[in-house]
């Protein structure tokens, strides 16, 4: 039962810490754009500069 103590603060903690990093998230714009990060490996072929 005294476990109950600890653990109890420790998920709210644990709680509140996840959903200040998602609010962190989501306002710094992290989850804005969910698609060209997975494409990006793809299309990684730079323009060479002209050669003279």
């Given at each position: 039962?005294?476990?109950?103590?600890?653990?109890?603060?420790?998920?709210?903690?644990?709680?509140?810490?996840?959903?200040?990093?998602?609010?962190?998230?989501?306002?710094?714009?992290?989850?804005?754009?969910?698609?060209t990060p997975a494409?990006?490996?793809?299309?990684?072929?730079?323009?060479?500069?002209?050669?003279?």
């Amino acid at each position: 039962m005294n476990i109950l103590y600890l653990l109890i603060p420790l998920a709210l903690v644990l709680t509140l810490s996840s959903v200040a990093a998602f609010v962190w998230a989501v306002r710094r714009g992290q989850l804005d754009d969910l698609d060209t990060p997975a494409l990006r490996p793809l299309l990684d072929d730079e323009p060479e500069p002209p050669r003279r």
